[in-house]
């Protein structure tokens, strides 16, 4: 098992990619904490884990909120002793719509969520890891991260951050054996979906269409996602840090020390300006 014994906190995890992410670590070995702010679906996914011999808990909370995550941690600590694993998964993608047209209130709000809630999690558990000197923190990049998003102006921006404070975080870590990367997770099929649909024309023509054929022929299995934040999470990524991999375009399956060394001593899978 490759995270036998670990302690994953996994944000989100009740449904969409963090369920399939949490079921997987479960069953690679992990005592996986599930949170999220939905207590039927946070119970549902916890009793599946047991049911298939794994060991969970689940914790309701608000990532945006210091005091939740606070007791996120804390909570998971005094059960399970430490924290190993962090992914942050909980997102959100509203408002949808031109800049303009969009509740400024929402906007900020999408960033409560996606930036500092992330960043709220990780302030919570570094001073665990420190102390062990040894950790890895997984974040969830999305659309608009690499490239424009119209009419997605706040989950792009907010996901764009995630990865430039990943990149930044994780040179401040290196020295204490904590690595922190980013999964740009592909086009799944979640909530996100119905989001865009039910938008309509506020998505946009390019959005609105790539959204109707996902919902027609399917879009990237959350499993896939799921593999790699397993990859990521365990001793066979050691090294690899401060990187946005891709769970559908990347070759990161054939990652090896070799390869995570030449990665490390290049700017791959980075944000940069290419001229």
């Excluded at 005094?78 to 719509?97: C, E, H, M, R, Y």
């Excluded at 907010?158 to 930044?168: G, I, M, N, Q, S």
């Excluded at 299995?221 to 066979?236: Q, R, V």
Aim: aromatic share 6%; net charge positive; glycine share 10%.
């Amino acid at each position: 098992m490759k995270l036998k014994g670990k302690v994953a906190i996994i944000t989100g995890g009740a449904r969409g990619i963090g369920k399939a992410i949490a079921t997987l670590f479960a069953q690679e070995g992990a005592k996986v904490v599930i949170v999220s702010r939905t207590p039927d679906e946070i119970s549902n996914t916890v009793s599946d884990i047991k049911n298939n011999g794994g060991e969970a808990i689940g914790i309701v909370g608000d990532i945006s909120r210091w005091n939740d995550v606070e007791r996120i941690k804390n909570n998971t600590v005094s059960t399970f002793g430490t924290i190993d694993v962090l992914l942050n998964n909980a997102g959100v993608q509203k408002p949808i719509g031109p800049f303009i047209d969009i509740d400024i209130e929402e906007w900020m709000r999408n960033f409560q969520i996606n930036l500092f809630g992330t960043v709220l999690c990780c302030k919570a558990v570094l001073p665990v890891m420190i102390k062990k000197r040894r950790g890895k923190i997984i974040n969830l990049s999305g659309g608009g991260s690499t490239s424009p998003r119209i009419n997605f102006t706040a989950y792009g921006t907010a996901k764009t951050a995630v990865v430039r404070f990943t990149e930044t975080l994780a040179e401040e870590l290196k020295d204490y054996n904590i690595q922190v990367n980013t999964i740009a997770p592909g086009a799944v099929n979640t909530k996100m979906l119905s989001e865009v649909l039910e938008a309509g024309d506020a998505a946009g023509k390019k959005e609105l269409d790539e959204a109707k054929v996902r919902a027609e022929k399917g879009g990237t299995p959350p499993e896939l996602a799921a593999e790699l934040a397993l990859f990521l999470a365990s001793d066979k990524s050691n090294g690899l840090t401060g990187r946005l991999i891709s769970a559908l375009w990347d070759d990161w399956r054939n990652f090896n020390d070799d390869t995570i060394n030449q990665v490390m001593k290049s700017d791959k899978y980075t944000l940069r300006r290419i001229t």
